[in-house]
């Protein structure tokens, strides 16, 4: 497929004690209908990814910090991923939204591993501080249930499917 990256101009909503599908679908509506208002004609994908774990979201980290106490958390536990995405055909414009959450399991770290991590593959702009993708990240991840792709930040299966019904 033919796309380009447009990355919209949003403030996301943020708040570690709101429902995740209320955050994925604030932030994914607003960013495709911000980026559609320059679309002419074309198909728009706004998505937003957040990890959740104990009921509570983890954001992207602030700092290094912040980062390290996120992968601490997480060692040795399993946390949910919510991606949520909104399609929008600007030629009708009917939109989709929908959305994926899968479980991953992640191995005890050791703390050499974790600013191993930190230092050389900076996963700072990662919603729960990693990559399930990274070359290091990868094996932090024990299991996982559901879509890898949902890992990664995009649930493609799941996003293909619903743009074969928008279009059709």
């Not at 949003?10 to 708040?15: K, N, Q, V």
């Not at 009917?94 to 050499?112: A, G, P, Q, W």
Request: a negative charge.
């Amino acid at each position: 497929m033919d796309f380009r990256v447009i990355p919209s101009d949003i403030e996301e909503l943020e708040g570690e004690d709101m429902r995740p599908l209320d955050v994925i679908r604030f932030n994914s509506l607003a960013k495709s209908r911000n980026v559609a208002f320059g679309a002419n004609g074309e198909i728009v994908i706004g998505a937003d990814t957040v990890v959740v774990l104990d009921g509570k979201i983890i954001y992207k980290p602030e700092n290094y910090i912040h980062a390290k106490k996120i992968l601490l958390s997480l060692s040795g536990r399993k946390h949910l991923v919510y991606t949520g995405f909104n399609l929008i055909d600007t030629k009708s414009g009917d939109e989709i939204f929908n959305y994926e959450k899968t479980s991953v399991h992640f191995r005890d770290l050791t703390e050499r591993e974790i600013n191993y991590y930190l230092k050389y593959h900076k996963p700072f702009d990662k919603a729960g501080a990693y990559g399930i993708q990274d070359d290091f990240g990868c094996f932090f991840i024990e299991k996982i249930n559901g879509d890898f792709y949902n890992v990664v930040g995009l649930p493609l299966q799941k996003v293909y499917m619903n743009l074969m019904k928008l279009t059709s």
